[in-house]
């Protein structure tokens, strides 16, 4: 069932989706080679608790940590380790709370030092990936719109993978609610895009073969032929003209460009 939202619980959603991009701005300051994804967790559930929510991953199906970190080759729900990150790799962090009972849910890839301009190509156009979904999810479209323009950028016109496995989905009251938004299909087909409908869409894109494949955790996703994957995740009101993009990028973006350590897509193709 669709849970369409009011537009007062649109902004208590608003609200969450800014503490998550907040936490992530967190990240993006103190990310850097040496340190640990367990050492982030803490920095993560801390900072979502001091500011008056709960880590809504923790726990949620027995999931035991407050963020998902990636690595590399780690798709999605990567389980937060001891093991130091390096210079030039990539993790993609995915948070989610709950504040006034109301989820937010988002994911930013940081490149940690320079993992080569084939990596952040992949980087950067999943990105735009990303915004070229969220420029179809507007009132009287289908959710296939969405899914074409997602795959249409990256797999057609890249000759990235796909992930068929995991997909976007409505937010709200619940983590995971009604529509499912995949990010590969056909335009014109699937619900019918509606004014109060809040979706998390999120391209995970591979930089080689689209297949994946759970380790034994239960939990950690990762590509079949062990290539970088890519996630970026925004969470979407629908209106009718313009998407509303709930959570906030630009104060990442800033924390990372100001961070020595972290390389952006933008400066690697400046050079």
Not at 193 to 221: C, F, H, Q
Request: aromatic share 8%; net charge negative; hydrophobic share 35%.
């Amino acid at each position: 069932m669709i849970h369409y939202k009011t537009p007062a619980e649109i902004e208590l959603m608003r609200d969450s989706a800014l503490l998550v991009s907040k936490t992530l701005t967190e990240v993006a300051k103190v990310l850097q080679p040496g340190m640990t994804t367990l050492q982030l967790d803490k920095l993560i559930a801390d900072f979502i608790r001091d500011n008056g929510a709960i880590p809504s991953f923790l726990n949620y199906r027995g999931y035991p940590f407050a963020s998902c970190t990636s690595v590399n080759d780690v798709v999605v729900h990567g389980f937060p380790n001891g093991q130091a990150l390096r210079e030039g790799d990539i993790v993609s962090i995915d948070i989610g709370v709950i504040k006034k009972g109301y989820h937010g849910d988002h994911a930013y890839t940081f490149a940690i030092g320079d993992p080569g301009p084939e990596i952040m190509q992949l980087i950067r156009v999943t990105k735009e990936s990303l915004y070229k979904g969220i420029e179809k999810a507007v009132a009287g479209g289908r959710v296939g719109d969405i899914s074409y323009a997602i795959q249409e950028h990256t797999e057609k016109k890249y000759g990235y993978g796909v992930v068929r496995e995991l997909v976007g989905h409505g937010l709200g009251r619940h983590l995971h609610e009604d529509p499912q938004v995949p990010n590969y299909g056909r335009r014109g087909t699937g619900g019918k895009l509606k004014e109060g409908l809040v979706l998390a869409i999120e391209p995970m894109i591979n930089l080689g073969r689209r297949e994946v494949y759970t380790e034994s955790d239960g939990w950690t996703v990762r590509t079949f032929d062990h290539r970088p994957s890519v996630h970026f995740e925004h969470d979407v009101a629908i209106r009718k003209n313009k998407a509303d993009i709930l959570s906030d990028y630009s104060i990442i973006e800033a924390a990372e460009k100001a961070n020595p350590y972290l390389v952006t897509g933008e400066s690697v193709l400046s050079q």
